[in-house]
């Protein structure tokens, strides 16, 4: 058993106890191949939601601040996560680690928001999810995240069907292209996110 499944594991038995948890749309994910997972992004709980519910593993970029504490440092590696440098305009390794691990048939969960966002507030998506799918030749597959995480709360997790992006293919990467295919990513998990 790798460390993945074993805290995976401890963190569906935890979210059992706390929450009413309901999953819909898990055959949305892809059975093979990679694929850029995109989440809205309300708590710090998001990415052990998204992990916790998803069969295959799920690879995280975290900001490189998180690496620098000693025993969250080592547990996120363990667990797949690797570092970004988000004072950086465009983090080169990160971004070259995000595309190998993409092309050889890894899942990457990317929150577009980039920071959390407060019920009512609306942040303008980054374009990295876009950049990453389309150097990578990968679909991405929407996620809504709907829930107060308060004790016996729902926790409702919709998984959209995969985003294939064949009609942007050998088109020029401009900002405007990776911006238009994000806001269409971004708008289709807002229809999917719910009150709970």
Do not use: W
């Not at 959390?116 to 991405?140: N, S, T, W, Y």
Request: glycine letters at 8%.
């Amino acid at each position: 058993m790798t460390t993945y499944t074993f805290v995976r594991g401890l963190i569906k038995i935890f979210y059992r106890i706390m929450f009413r948890v309901r999953i819909e749309g898990e055959g949305n994910i892809p059975k093979e191949g990679g694929a850029v997972l995109c989440c809205n992004h309300m708590s710090n709980f998001d990415p052990m939601t998204m992990a916790a519910f998803t069969k295959r593993q799920v690879r995280y970029i975290a900001k490189k601040e998180l690496f620098e504490k000693p025993f969250l440092g080592k547990l996120i590696t363990k667990l797949g996560a690797f570092p970004v440098d988000r004072e950086a305009a465009m983090d080169m390794k990160a971004f070259k680690t995000a595309v190998k691990l993409l092309k050889n048939n890894e899942l990457m969960g990317i929150f577009a928001e980039g920071t959390r966002v407060k019920p009512g507030e609306e942040k303008a998506a980054k374009a990295g999810v876009a950049l990453f799918a389309l150097k990578g030749g990968v679909p991405i597959v929407p996620i809504a995240i709907s829930t107060t995480y308060k004790f016996r709360s729902t926790v409702l997790v919709r998984y959209g069907m995969p985003i294939y992006l064949d009609e942007y293919q050998g088109k020029k990467v401009t900002t405007e292209l990776m911006e238009e295919i994000t806001e269409k990513v971004m708008q289709k998990v807002r229809e999917m996110k719910v009150s709970v």
